[in-house]
């Protein structure tokens, strides 16, 4: 599966990860195709790239990200290396309860998370009063990975499968303005469409004490 985003958690009890979801909530991903290194892309080995067309309130194309297999053949993805050149300025930690403000609603997010208490993650587009915020988790106890964009607009949690690591995972996301598009451990990708409260909806925040996080602002590189 290339993207969860059509996908939230069923709430049976007793089941977990890919048990735990249920479908047909919208469209995450459609009408995907690879791009490679070489036009034959079955027989030559080489870069493989995915992008999509993602259903949001207006339809936009997905960020490129790279595609491979691991060792135990199965799926990985990343975001390509080349978005980094948006990055702008040194990287800044993300504190804990209190907001900090990256002052942009376009940044890219890095985190950890430890096993211990559940859900945990960051909490991203905090507004001001703090009402409206969508939130990027790890359930271990359901083995699922979250978007729960309820408070910013969006009507379904999201959730996928937790794959790989269930003792650290990382999180790598790319937020700007009504697109959340996150992977976890390289694996599980979910991409939500949000509506933020205002401009000044901008405030980050972890969840849960075994979270570490960084932001970079992004922005237009000068050519």
Known sequence: MLDWG???PNDKPGKKGVQALSGGK???YSMARTLGSDPNQVAVEGRRTVVA???AAFTSQ???QDITLGSDNQLRQTFVPELQMLRSGSPVAVGTGTPSVPTTLQFELLASV???SSPAGVDVLISADGKSRA???VDFDKELVIVDATKAGNSDVRAGPLLGSTDAVTIHAYIDHSIIAVIFNNRTSLTV???PAAEDADGIATV???VSATVHKLGVRKQ
């Open 6 to 8: 059509a996908y939230t």
């Open 208 to 210: 849960g004490s075994t």
């Open 26 to 28: 919208g469209r995450g």
């Open 135 to 137: 939130s990027v988790l």
């Open 62 to 64: 997905s960020l490129l």
């Open 114 to 116: 430890k096993k211990g």
């Open 53 to 55: 067309w993602v259903s």
């Open 193 to 195: 469409s949000v509506k």
